[in-house]
């Protein structure tokens, strides 16, 4: 392949073209773009550079979909509008590796660039995508170093005029790894246009999507889309992944209201048979033969027609229609107005507490906050809410989260949990943010860093916060006065949207000690309350800085669970279990009184609040349904709608008297001799 590159004659202006088309034969020509938006000062100041005497070289560093090669073609098209006859034109050293022997890449690479810098009539721009990348290439050798070496050769003695660009990682590398490289360039740095600015621009192709998906889409669809991007798409920049999820809606759209139909499928199939039979056909000189199958497939045509005038109308795209694609692709629940959100906050402390038992003061706290900053009435550098929860172990904290990121966020998996146990050293700071240079996954994000990149809406649990190294609370401070994360690459993530939860049980037992066992009880006065509030208040002064304290919303106090609260939990689980029960035998289970009091009984004498429920739920009745579902137990035959647990002689009990009358839905019948145990 060298060969081709060998022919290339520097010196004489005769062969300018021969070389421009040597050149083009590794690359194409970029077409300039009068729709550029935004981005006027990089155009003119790329313009300005390129017409230096020496040093006529940019690098553009931006993340991807920031704009980098349109931007180019701003250039071009200024270029154009002054009447210039330079070239612009981008090098496929990707096909060149692909295609090239060992030996050739180094000639090759020096006959494009001399090539480039030896057209004076024409001159031409040479532009490297993902520089970065080309710097690193040692795929043959020392072809890397030669690519290097090449450059700053056709830089330095035959001032090549080169625009090459880069995203924030590989300017990252080169900095570190090629500064005699970067020295050479002018840099300039594309920020990420703003949502308005985003919205302007999808406006400008707006024309364009709905000639594509021949439909018609709602005014504020610009607006939706943008505001959603910048909602739930925290892995990418404007303007690209606006346009990105705005295609991504309309293809969606389509496909929703032109679905497959069998006879275009059939059509389809046909023809293509037609087709091989037309190719077939000539192969043999078979003239009728191809006039019969041309007018069958003039046939298909007509039949094609009639199907997309049928299948195919305009689509009268609707908000509704919007709303729904992007829940689909964004994978949230959405609201259409600002009074479903009114009516959502409203509703949120009743739907809480159907889930959350007995806390009712902890619930009311926490949503009159986020209530607060659901509506904006905060500053806009905040996460959506500093908290920190205090209790004893088993009364609900951890559950409470986890109803917070389904109701707000619309999935228990937008919890991303993290154990402080597994943080009690100060080098544990790297599991957060990510490794230092010179560490074992440096360039590896940490486990805060990714999960709120990759989910910027969560609620972030910091599960037993005590149990930390110290360091990890002064980490946290930027998160939460800031509303942001810097990881150890210098990279931002936004926590705008995030909500911050710690529990803790620091202080705890110094107040069991008061008065009830289980935290602070709701039955005792307000002064003893008061009193083991301020015992937890000193305890967290001793733990914590005033600067973490200080940035707390506020401290909600987990009361201790009555009997009546570990009734109603022990009732909640059980219907929770005899969902997946009944799905299983077509019967519910249900508890006698007596069982009821032997339950909670334990639960109290184990003294870890609601956690024991579960347990004992699996362990005594679940298991023994699980024996007779295999055993194939007469008491699941039976057309009663459920079984009674019952206690006799200190063991739980199932009655499964077949010769018993259905007493529809009496919640004591008669325990009869045949009986199974719940062991």
Same mark, same amino acid.
């Given at each position: 392949?060298?060969?081709?590159?060998?022919?290339?004659?520097?010196?004489?202006?005769?062969?300018?073209?021969?070389?421009?088309?040597?050149?083009?034969?590794?690359?194409?020509?970029?077409?300039?773009?009068?729709?550029?938006?935004?981005?006027? +000062?990089?155009?003119?100041?790329?313009?300005?550079?390129?017409?230096?005497?020496?040093?006529?070289?940019?690098?553009?560093?931006?993340?991807?979909?920031?704009?980098?090669?349109?931007?180019?073609?701003?250039?071009?098209?200024?270029?154009?509008?002054?009447?210039?006859?330079?070239?612009?034109?981008?090098?496929?050293?990707?096909?060149?590796?692909?295609?090239?022997?060992?030996?050739?890449?180094?000639?090759?690479?020096?006959?494009?660039?001399?090539?480039? !810098?030896? /057209?004076?009539?024409?001159?031409?721009?040479?532009?490297?995508?993902?520089?970065?990348?080309?710097?690193?290439?040692?795929?043959?050798?020392?072809?890397?170093?030669?690519?290097?070496?090449?450059?700053?050769? $056709?830089?330095? *003695?035959?001032?090549?005029?080169?625009?090459?660009?880069?995203?924030?990682?590989?300017?990252?590398?080169?900095?570190?790894?090629?500064?005699?490289?970067?020295?050479?360039?002018?840099?300039?740095?594309?920020?990420?246009?703003?949502?308005?600015?985003?919205?302007?621009?999808?406006?400008?192709?707006?024309?364009?999507?709905?000639?594509?998906? +021949?439909?018609?889409?709602?005014?504020?669809?610009?607006?939706?889309? !943008?505001?959603?991007?910048?909602?739930?798409?925290?892995?990418?920049?404007?303007?690209?992944?606006?346009?990105?999820?705005?295609?991504? =809606?309309?293809?969606?759209? @389509?496909?929703?209201?032109?679905?497959?139909?069998?006879?275009?499928?059939?059509? /389809?199939?046909?023809?293509? =048979?037609?087709?091989?039979?037309?190719?077939?056909?000539?192969?043999?000189?078979?003239?009728?033969?191809?006039?019969?199958?041309?007018?069958?497939?003039?046939?298909?045509?007509?039949?094609?027609?009639?199907?997309?005038?049928?299948?195919?109308?305009?689509?009268?795209?609707?908000?509704?229609?919007?709303?729904?694609?992007?829940?689909?692709?964004?994978?949230?629940?959405?609201?259409?107005?600002?009074?479903?959100?009114?009516?959502?906050?409203?509703?949120?402390?009743?739907?809480?507490?159907?889930?959350?038992?007995?806390?009712?003061?902890?619930?009311?706290?926490?949503?009159?906050?986020?209530?607060?900053?659901?509506?904006?009435?905060?500053?806009?550098?905040?996460?959506?809410?500093?908290?920190?929860?205090?209790?004893?172990?088993?009364?609900?904290?951890?559950?409470?989260?986890?109803?917070?990121?389904?109701?707000?966020?619309?999935?228990?998996?937008?919890?991303?949990?993290? +154990?402080?146990?597994?943080?009690?050293?100060?080098?544990?700071?790297?599991?957060?943010?990510?490794?230092?240079?010179?560490?074992?996954?440096?360039?590896?994000?940490?486990?805060?860093?990714?999960?709120? $990149?990759?989910?910027?809406?969560?609620?972030?649990?910091?599960?037993?916060?005590?149990? $930390?190294?110290?360091?990890?609370?002064?980490?946290?401070?930027?998160?939460?006065? *800031?509303?942001?994360?810097?990881?150890?690459?210098?990279?931002?993530?936004?926590? /705008?949207?995030?909500?911050?939860?710690?529990?803790?049980?620091?202080?705890?037992?110094? $107040?069991?000690?008061?008065?009830?066992?289980?935290?602070?009880? @709701?039955?005792?006065?307000?002064?003893?309350?008061?009193?083991?509030?301020?015992?937890?208040?000193?305890?967290?002064?001793?733990?914590?800085?005033?600067?973490?304290?200080?940035?707390?919303?506020?401290?909600?106090?987990?009361?201790?669970?009555?009997?009546?609260?570990?009734? @109603?939990?022990?009732?909640?689980?059980?219907?929770?279990?005899?969902?997946?029960?009944?799905?299983?035998?077509?019967?519910?289970?249900?508890?006698?009184?007596?069982?009821?009091?032997?339950?909670?009984?334990?639960?109290?004498?184990?003294?870890?609040?609601?956690?024991?429920?579960?347990?004992?739920?699996?362990?005594?009745?679940? *298991?023994?349904? @699980?024996?007779?579902?295999?055993?194939?137990?007469?008491?699941?035959?039976?057309?009663?709608?459920?079984?009674?647990?019952?206690?006799?002689?200190?063991?739980?009990?199932?009655?499964?008297?077949?010769?018993?009358?259905?007493?529809?839905?009496?919640?004591?019948?008669?325990?009869?001799?045949?009986?199974?145990?719940?062991?």
């Amino acid at each position: 392949m060298g060969k081709i590159y060998n022919d290339i004659e520097q010196n004489s202006e005769d062969n300018v073209e021969k070389n421009l088309e040597k050149i083009l034969s590794v690359g194409g020509l970029i077409e300039g773009w009068n729709g550029v938006r935004f981005r006027d +000062d990089e155009i003119n100041r790329i313009y300005n550079i390129m017409d230096k005497v020496d040093f006529r070289t940019v690098l553009l560093v931006g993340d991807y979909g920031s704009g980098k090669r349109t931007v180019i073609e701003g250039y071009v098209n200024k270029l154009n509008k002054n009447a210039r006859v330079d070239k612009v034109i981008e090098i496929d050293f990707n096909s060149i590796l692909q295609k090239a022997r060992s030996s050739d890449f180094a000639q090759i690479i020096e006959d494009v660039f001399n090539a480039a !810098c030896h /057209t004076e009539d024409t001159p031409i721009t040479v532009v490297l995508h993902s520089l970065g990348h080309l710097l690193n290439l040692n795929c043959f050798g020392n072809a890397g170093f030669s690519f290097v070496n090449n450059l700053v050769k $056709a830089i330095e *003695e035959d001032n090549l005029k080169i625009i090459a660009t880069a995203t924030t990682d590989e300017f990252k590398d080169i900095e570190n790894m090629f500064r005699r490289v970067l020295d050479y360039f002018t840099v300039i740095k594309l920020n990420e246009l703003t949502k308005e600015e985003s919205a302007t621009i999808l406006e400008d192709t707006l024309e364009f999507y709905c000639g594509c998906y +021949d439909m018609t889409l709602p005014k504020n669809v610009c607006e939706v889309i !943008c505001n959603n991007a910048e909602k739930y798409i925290k892995d990418r920049v404007f303007p690209w992944k606006a346009e990105n999820l705005l295609e991504e =809606v309309c293809s969606s759209i @389509s496909n929703k209201y032109r679905p497959a139909d069998e006879r275009l499928i059939k059509l /389809t199939e046909s023809t293509k =048979v037609l087709k091989e039979q037309l190719n077939e056909a000539l192969q043999n000189n078979d003239y009728n033969k191809c006039e019969e199958i041309n007018k069958k497939l003039g046939e298909n045509f007509e039949a094609y027609k009639k199907l997309g005038e049928e299948f195919f109308p305009t689509i009268d795209v609707t908000e509704e229609d919007i709303l729904e694609a992007l829940g689909n692709i964004l994978d949230v629940q959405m609201t259409k107005l600002d009074e479903d959100k009114t009516k959502f906050l409203r509703e949120m402390p009743g739907e809480i507490k159907k889930y959350v038992i007995g806390q009712d003061s902890a619930v009311d706290t926490i949503v009159k906050n986020i209530r607060r900053n659901q509506l904006g009435l905060r500053k806009t550098s905040h996460s959506a809410g500093n908290f920190m929860f205090i209790g004893s172990t088993g009364v609900g904290k951890t559950y409470l989260a986890k109803r917070l990121a389904k109701y707000l966020y619309g999935s228990e998996e937008n919890l991303l949990r993290l +154990d402080m146990s597994e943080f009690q050293a100060e080098i544990d700071v790297s599991k957060l943010l990510g490794s230092a240079p010179g560490y074992v996954g440096y360039k590896e994000s940490g486990l805060l860093v990714k999960g709120l $990149a990759k989910k910027g809406e969560t609620v972030v649990l910091f599960d037993e916060i005590e149990k $930390a190294h110290p360091k990890i609370y002064d980490v946290l401070l930027q998160l939460l006065d *800031e509303g942001f994360v810097t990881g150890s690459d210098g990279k931002k993530v936004d926590a /705008t949207k995030a909500l911050i939860i710690f529990t803790s049980n620091i202080g705890v037992k110094e $107040a069991q000690s008061m008065a009830s066992p289980l935290g602070f009880s @709701s039955n005792v006065n307000e002064k003893k309350n008061a009193k083991k509030e301020e015992i937890i208040r000193k305890a967290l002064k001793k733990r914590f800085s005033p600067e973490f304290l200080n940035r707390l919303d506020n401290i909600c106090y987990f009361n201790s669970l009555s009997r009546d609260t570990l009734k @109603s939990i022990l009732q909640k689980e059980l219907n929770e279990s005899n969902v997946n029960i009944k799905a299983i035998t077509g019967k519910v289970i249900k508890l006698s009184p007596e069982v009821e009091d032997w339950i909670l009984d334990k639960v109290e004498k184990e003294d870890n609040g609601a956690r024991p429920i579960i347990r004992i739920i699996q362990q005594y009745i679940e *298991e023994t349904i @699980s024996d007779m579902v295999i055993n194939d137990h007469p008491a699941l035959k039976l057309k009663r709608k459920y079984l009674v647990a019952k206690l006799v002689d200190d063991n739980i009990v199932v009655d499964d008297d077949e010769n018993r009358q259905d007493t529809g839905d009496s919640d004591t019948p008669e325990v009869k001799k045949s009986t199974i145990i719940l062991k």
